[in-house]
């Protein structure tokens, strides 16, 4: 067995993050020495899933400024139980909870998918079906007028959920629209089936307001637009959300739909969402723990075999050929103007959002309605608030342009929560207390909307702001002095509602830099079975 | 790989996900180690994270093919066990006969697969490094310094009968086992074979989302559509 001290480590691994966990496994059968290492006492990072004792310790750690300033201002909510009550709902023991702080749903045509199951992965893991897409209706807000395409259907007195859309049938089908809505929004399907050939209707507007664009190219007003919008899921403002943002977003909505079955288009995996992703891979490298709070501090260079030092907070120094960890890890403030988002990075790289996870004592079984004969019965719904739908802080009147909230509700189908319960996890870009404020009344309405009686209640709560880098100026370490190009800084999490692929297009491009020569693209992850083998297949480069 | 060579019966062969469990030190890996290689290493590193092994377990009417995975017993990886007994069949409870807070443990694992893992879970409680136990047989056991114990005689800290109540109250299978020697280790694992229900055995996959058929339902399949798939709806491709 090598000691960490007197091995040349071909890659030090920093992180258990989804982008570190699947580095890993891409490496995981090369013959690359790896030291895969993490701070902290559980896997997954930013992705990870907690039991409630689990994100108790969490959510201190952060409130002690313990954890990574991505993650701000969290607090816990026990409401008062009346205990005298025994027939009252009740939370049951930590450990029957496995909540997600990447509940992120993954579309069927994600790479990751395919990936996972050429890495042979797959077959340890388990995914369910997201369903429904809902538009929350406040019964505050002013109704429709004759001619915005939105059916005459007298005053409502109550809020309701309108479901979205998912099929040009659907469209036919719904109720809420009148004739020249549902033609219009019928055309504009047929449209996005195949925009990229149609650029002519939209180039023009490709970096300008989606639902300019959908009035003015099809006529759909902004009443009928919000199933639309939905789909982006942008935590924006419609009017920032661009054309050509929403054009990929709804079309990738919908061309994932039927892929592993009919009436749904997007998954999660089960047992507390990309955590179950980044712990399969890991264990395709071993991982061992660092207790320090930081990685690596550059200790000396060795240009002869291009390998340097760094020093671990527990584990005294090591040698390595490369370094791979986030911004948050290595703590490179310095890079991370260059080096954060994949792909296309302009704007939309630091977003920060308002969170909320919260256990609710009811299976909140209408909102997963079977999407189709002979398909799963889906495990997760979407809830979406437009603006325009909530009151903010301090009002009992509609504000007109909050940011909009989104809910994605996980049934126990997930494994997250157990029987007759459910878990809200909420996201809007709101900060602060109204943003804590607005989130609150999108879960009170949503729960006054289902209909229940008793209005279903919450049994637990975490809540938290997470931004997608360091808002902050000054990161707390840096490593001027080292060889950059031995250092491979992935970008940090972001508070995404769907898996993003260009965390693929990331750990493709740090594997090939490490691997070099040897590897083409079509390589990638692909791995034969081992199922065959007998005796101990974990690679044994671990640190023992 | 034990059984390569054996002619291929044509008996029915299912696989089995079997998950160990306890406290750092009690000897689960070196079991899974004298179970797949027939071998046994004085000095063994703890387990880092998880290892995953598999065996194939000849019964008389069936073959079973174990899925392991060995856990590391260490503390700091406790929050992981979840993600390897969920859809186990079968767990292995291991404590050290020569150390008694590790059957307390053994027993917190216990509670914790019967609220937490499948319902129809085969548990199997076992009392390792019987060798030490009886001071004529364990001649290595002075050597060792188990734990710090050492002097003369039995250094049986649990009594076999103390632990096989407990076992008989929770309806577990019991053995005690020395993997150094070897000890009932094959036992245990044709134990387990033969206890896990017909019924719950399937094809060589399958044997996961073994929980119940509510979540069977639920689950997706990423490699194959389903029978009934139509391309229509939405799907513009
Ligand atoms: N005398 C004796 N020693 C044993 C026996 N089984 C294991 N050991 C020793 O006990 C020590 C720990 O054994 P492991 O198999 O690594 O224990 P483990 O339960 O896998 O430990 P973790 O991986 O840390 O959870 C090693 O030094 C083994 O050689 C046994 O039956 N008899
Ligand atoms: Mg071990």
Redesign the interface.
């Known amino acids: 067995?090598d000691s960490l001290e007197g091995t040349l480590w071909d890659v030090v691994l920093y992180g258990t993050g989804i982008r570190q966990s699947l580095l890993a496994l891409a490496l995981s059968r090369s013959d690359k020495k790896i030291l895969h290492i993490d701070s902290h006492?559980?896997?997954g990072g930013a992705e990870a899933a907690f039991?409630l004792q689990?994100a108790k310790t969490w959510v201190e750690g952060i409130q002690h400024e313990l954890e990574h300033p991505q993650f701000k201002k969290a607090s816990l909510h026990h409401p008062e139980r009346d205990d005298s009550q025994t027939d009252a709902p009740k939370l049951s023991?930590p450990?029957?909870y496995?909540l997600a702080l990447a509940p992120q749903l993954i579309y069927a045509r994600s790479d990751l998918?395919r990936l996972?199951?050429s890495s042979k992965v797959?077959?340890?893991l388990?995914?369910?079906?997201i369903g429904s897409w809902w538009v929350y209706q406040s019964a505050l807000a002013p109704q429709g007028s004759s001619d915005d395409g939105t059916a005459d259907g007298g005053e409502s007195s109550r809020s309701s959920l309108l479901r979205v859309p998912?099929?040009?049938?659907d469209v036919f089908a719904d109720t809420t629209l009148d004739l020249n809505g549902r033609r219009k929004l019928m055309k504009f399907l047929r449209f996005i089936?195949?925009f990229e050939d149609e650029p002519d209707t939209w180039q023009q507007h490709a970096s300008k307001p989606f639902p300019e664009f959908l009035e003015q190219q099809f006529g759909i007003p902004v009443a009928i637009q919000s199933p639309l919008i939905a789909l982006t899921l942008s935590l924006k403002p419609p009017s920032e959300i661009t054309t050509e943002f929403a054009l990929s977003k709804i079309a990738t909505h919908?061309?994932?739909?039927?892929?592993?079955?009919?009436?749904f288009?997007a998954?999660i995996p089960?047992?507390g969402g990309l955590s179950?992703i980044a712990?399969?891979a890991?264990?395709a490298c071993?991982?061992?723990?660092d207790n320090g709070a930081y990685a690596a501090e550059e200790e000396s260079q060795d240009g002869a075999d291009s390998s340097f030092k760094i020093k671990l907070s527990s584990d005294g120094r090591v040698s390595t050929r490369w370094l791979v960890g986030d911004v948050e890890d290595l703590g490179l403030g310095s890079m991370k103007e260059t080096s954060i988002g994949g792909g296309d990075s302009r704007s939309d790289t630091a977003i920060i959002a308002s969170r909320s996870v919260t256990v609710v004592s009811s299976p909140l079984g209408s909102l997963f309605p079977p999407v189709?004969?002979?398909?799963?019965?889906?495990?997760g719904a979407v809830v979406f608030f437009p603006s325009g739908s909530l009151c903010t802080a301090g009002s009992e009147e509609i504000s007109q342009n909050h940011s909009p909230v989104y809910i994605q509700v996980h049934s126990n189908?997930t494994?997250e929560c157990p029987k007759g319960q459910s878990v809200l996890y909420t996201f809007t870009a709101e900060l602060g207390p109204p943003g804590l404020q607005l989130l609150t009344n999108a879960m009170t309405g949503l729960l006054a909307a289902v209909e229940e009686d008793p209005t279903p209640i919450a049994l637990w709560q975490m809540q938290y702001e997470q931004s997608s880098q360091w808002a902050d100026a000054d990161p707390p370490h840096t490593l001027h002095a080292v060889n950059n190009d031995r250092i491979i800084c992935l970008p940090s999490s972001s508070p995404d509602l769907s898996f993003d692929d260009a965390i693929i297009e990331n750990v493709r491009d740090a594997w090939k830099r490490i691997m070099g020569d040897e590897v083409d693209d079509a390589s990638f992850m692909v791995f034969e079975d081992r199922?065959?083998?007998?005796?101990?297949?974990?690679d044994d480069d671990?640190?023992? | 790989m034990a059984d390569s060579t054996g002619a291929q019966a044509p008996k029915p062969s299912s696989s089995v996900k079997l998950v160990l469990l306890g406290e750092a030190a009690v000897g689960k890996s070196s079991l899974v180690m004298r179970f797949v290689n027939n071998d046994f290493q004085e000095n063994k590193e703890p387990t880092i994270g998880a290892a995953f092994l598999t065996q194939k377990c000849n019964l008389p009417t069936r073959t079973i093919k174990f899925e392991i995975w060995d856990t590391a017993g260490q503390e700091r990886f406790a929050s992981l066990a979840p993600m390897y007994y969920r859809n186990a069949q079968a767990a292995l409870v291991v404590y050290d006969i020569t150390k008694a807070s590790s059957l307390t443990k053994a027993q917190h694992w216990v509670a914790e697969l019967q609220r937490q893992a499948s319902p129809g879970i085969v548990i199997a409680l076992v009392g390792n490094k019987f060798d030490l136990a009886n001071p004529s047989s364990s001649s290595a056991a002075e050597g060792e310094g188990e734990e710090g114990e050492e002097g003369e005689g039995d250094a049986r800290k649990i009594p076999a009968a103390t632990a096989k109540a407990y076992a008989d109250e929770e309806a577990l299978l019991f053995f005690e086992t020395s993997a150094k020697t070897g000890m009932n280790v094959a036992e245990v694992f044709t134990a387990i074979a033969n206890a896990i229900p017909e019924t719950s055995l399937k094809g060589p996959r399958g044997a996961a989302g073994q929980s119940g058929r509510q979540q069977e339902e639920s689950r997706v399949n990423l490699t194959g559509p389903r029978d009934n798939v139509g391309a229509k709806e939405g799907c513009a491709c």
């Open positions: 067995m006492q559980w896997y039991s689990e023991y450990r029957a496995s998918l996972l199951v797959e077959k340890q388990e995914f369910v079906a998912s099929s040009r049938e089936a195949r919908l061309r994932s739909i039927g892929v592993f079955g009919r009436g288009g998954v089960k047992w179950e712990q399969v890991c264990r071993a991982v061992g723990g189709a004969e002979g398909s799963p019965p889906p495990a189908d494994g199922e065959e083998m007998a005796g101990i297949d974990e671990d640190l023992g």
